[in-house]
């Protein structure tokens, strides 16, 4: 069953479209409050497509991104109550505990861990406005996991550059399916640790 192929041709046309950018910012701010795909599917072929732009495509990334943990952070402050459920038959009840747990040991680096890594970060920004959180500290630890990530995937595909596609296409089945592992992997040894 072919999944990340097509979606990755998709996601290919769609950084060529004139209004690329703005479907990238839309799909970050999306992404970092209740949407599931993360911006990088996006980013990634923008910034082969368009080397130049890679430092440019890989803010905007980051800004949108941040604003929409910031939406997710407030939908967590003003409607945790209304929302958890959402979240528990989404299948995410134990991801959800995980991140309480993590802000009790761990506060605010968890914030900025969760940017960074392929964990569901929408979770992490809301619970952070559900455990209220300092929004200072929030925003700040965001826009560090956020950009760290968001730049070296844009300054590395851009470095790649158009070729880059030629080499990714023949194994995107593969690297797909291999990021849900890792991703579940990680999920259970760190659902073992605790």
């Not at 952070?73 to 134990?94: C, D, K, S, T």
């Not at 747990?101 to 964990?119: K, M, Q, T």
């Not at 990021?179 to 073992?192: D, E, P, Q, R």
């Amino acid at each position: 069953m072919r999944v990340f192929e097509p979606l990755y041709d998709r996601v290919m046309g769609w950084s060529r479209h004139r209004h690329a950018p703005r479907y990238l910012a839309a799909l970050s701010f999306a992404e970092s409050s209740f949407f599931p795909v993360p911006p990088d599917v996006m980013l990634a072929p923008m910034a082969a497509a368009r080397p130049r732009e890679g430092l440019r495509l890989a803010a905007l990334t980051t800004l949108f991104s941040v604003l929409g943990g910031v939406l997710g952070y407030l939908v967590g402050m003003l409607a945790f109550e209304m929302v958890a459920p959402w979240i528990i038959e989404g299948g995410h009840g134990e991801t959800l505990d995980l991140a309480r747990d993590w802000f009790a040991i761990w506060g605010v680096w968890v914030v900025l861990i969760a940017g960074f890594s392929p964990i569901p970060y929408k979770l992490f920004t809301i619970t952070a406005g559900a455990l209220a959180m300092p929004f200072l500290p929030f925003v700040i630890a965001s826009l560090i996991g956020r950009g760290a990530r968001f730049f070296a995937v844009g300054l590395l595909m851009a470095w790649l550059g158009p070729q880059a596609d030629r080499h990714l296409r023949p194994y995107m089945e593969r690297l797909g399916w291999f990021s849900v592992v890792l991703l579940l992997a990680i999920m259970g040894y760190l659902t073992f640790l605790d």
